[in-house]
């Protein structure tokens, strides 16, 4: 007899209870957006792009998500061949690779059916997890929330490339695995255009592997744009947004930033308009510079201004989180040749936002808080420690006063944090500075002599496999 786990996951790590709040009225709103798998034979069943499996670390050290519960659901006496002969044939036709639908054949329901059919099992998947989707399609803006639902689905919210299929012809040879996904609420996959910055010393393959944390999730647009007061051309220009093959013109894109920054002066409006400005961000347009520098530092003003709640700075962090993760660094971040006082107070406040140790830490805003002001972090790690043609080689540049406090800053207090995406992303920042070709000898004679980071205090937080991995090959650095 075999034992029988479901994994149960939040893929809004956390954020989902503040966002439908807002867009579907507290009435509707729900804690999780859910996503399951079976867990059995060692390996890691769930519906994506058809049904997979994996080893279970593979899966959330891969994907940067991890289960928020795992229940038992008794002892099966189905052999691991018969159910995954089962599969197989669910995969040639209701779970295929194009059968996904999200209110009735989604991730939820494979799980479902296979714990009771495959596995024949008494106990599925907990009955308000199978609601979830009518429940926000109840809500009276349900139809219009339901592109970003399926946004949030495993089928667009994940990589599969590091995942076995299912069926009948395929060997289950294994690929390479994907770089870590990020909040998918925000959609912060890698970016695939990033390479890398700094040396790749042997045993760090995770560090190595990590790109840009981009916030890239399109299916927003609509819903912003309905609680925005837009005239029909701003609606037309900006519904441009919600698609990221577009072309635009110069004096479009300048618009679209001028537009959204008027938007962020009225409260009620600053979230929806700085989830799209996440996205103008990321959009090219010829000598579009300047104006994109002005919206950044109209963003940076808010935070540093403490003029917004907990989710509308989450969104502000992630705009600047993609602003520094896909272009340069704006010109208001120097001065001369010297770093901002302004950028290094942004630093700052990112550093603070970042912090476990707050009143409410495990509170869904201040997680996603976490999540957010972390990406910004690593995002500018990246950038201060991008390889110049006069990049010192031999590591022992001084370290400037932003690396400085970047590091500084994930340090402390790193054995106090529980959410496991905010604490990869904090190791991930460390190994960036501490691998820098120009900068790392210097940080690691620092850490060293501050002594914030050691193997006994990462064996003894309380972090589950893959987040113990990436802690342990930052460690490794100060070796």
Not at 62 to 85: K, V, Y
Not at 114 to 125: D, I, K, N, T, Y
Not at 322 to 330: M, Q, T, V
Not at 368 to 396: H, I, M, P, V, W
Request: charge should be negative.
């Amino acid at each position: 007899m075999t034992e029988v786990h479901i994994a149960i996951y939040d893929l809004s790590n956390g954020m989902a209870r503040g966002l439908s709040a807002q867009f579907l009225g507290p009435q509707h709103a729900i804690d999780i957006i859910p996503h399951t798998a079976i867990v059995a034979f060692g390996r890691e069943y769930f519906f994506g792009q058809g049904i997979e499996w994996c080893h279970p670390q593979e899966f959330r050290m891969t994907r940067g998500i991890h289960p928020i519960d795992i229940q038992s659901l008794g002892h099966t006496s189905c052999t691991q061949s018969e159910f995954e002969a089962w599969c197989r044939a669910q995969g040639q036709g209701r779970f295929s690779a194009t059968s996904y639908d999200l209110l009735s054949r989604n991730c939820n329901n494979f799980t479902e059916e296979a714990a009771r059919e495959g596995l024949r099992l008494e106990r599925g998947v907990p009955s308000w997890i199978l609601e979830v989707p009518q429940r926000f399609l109840s809500s009276p803006m349900g139809m219009m929330i339901r592109p970003m639902l399926e946004q949030m689905q495993m089928t667009n919210a994940a990589p599969t490339n590091v995942s076995h299929q299912m069926n009948d012809t395929q060997s289950y040879a294994q690929s390479t695995p994907a770089a870590t996904a990020a909040n998918p609420w925000a959609d912060i996959p890698e970016s695939a255009s990033k390479e890398s910055n700094g040396v790749s010393p042997p045993g760090t393959p995770l560090l190595d592997k990590q790109t840009a944390l981009l916030s890239t999730d399109c299916g927003v647009v609509k819903i912003c744009l309905d609680r925005l007061k837009l005239t029909s051309y701003q609606s037309e220009i900006l519904s441009k947004l919600g698609n990221a093959k577009c072309e635009w013109a110069r004096a479009e894109l300048q618009s679209v930033h001028q537009m959204l920054r008027s938007f962020m002066n009225e409260t009620k409006q600053v979230s929806f308009a700085l989830m799209l400005l996440r996205l103008a961000v990321l959009r090219e347009a010829p000598s579009i510079n300047e104006e994109e520098s002005k919206s950044t530092e109209f963003v940076a003003d808010l935070l540093l201004g403490n003029k917004c709640e907990s989710v509308p700075s989450s969104m502000a962090w992630c705009v600047l989180s993609n602003a520094f993760g896909s272009k340069e660094l704006p010109s208001w971040t120097t001065e001369g040749s010297n770093q901002s006082g302004k950028f290094l107070q942004l630093i700052d406040r990112a550093v603070n936002d970042c912090d476990p140790s707050i009143v409410d830490a495990s509170a869904p805003s201040h997680k996603s808080l976490r999540q957010s002001a972390s990406a910004f972090l690593y995002n500018t790690s990246r950038q201060l420690t991008a390889e110049t043609k006069f990049s010192c080689a031999d590591g022992n540049s001084e370290l400037t006063e932003a690396i400085m406090s970047i590091l500084i800053g994930c340090l402390e207090n790193i054995g106090e944090e529980t959410d496991s995406t905010s604490i990869t992303r904090r190791y991930m920042c460390i190994g960036q500075i501490l691998k820098s070709r120009e900068f790392g000898a210097t940080a690691v004679g620092l850490t060293k002599d501050l002594g914030m980071l050691d193997l006994d205090m990462i064996r003894s937080a309380s972090h589950d496999e893959a987040v113990e991995k990436i802690a342990k090959e930052v460690a490794s650095l100060l070796d």
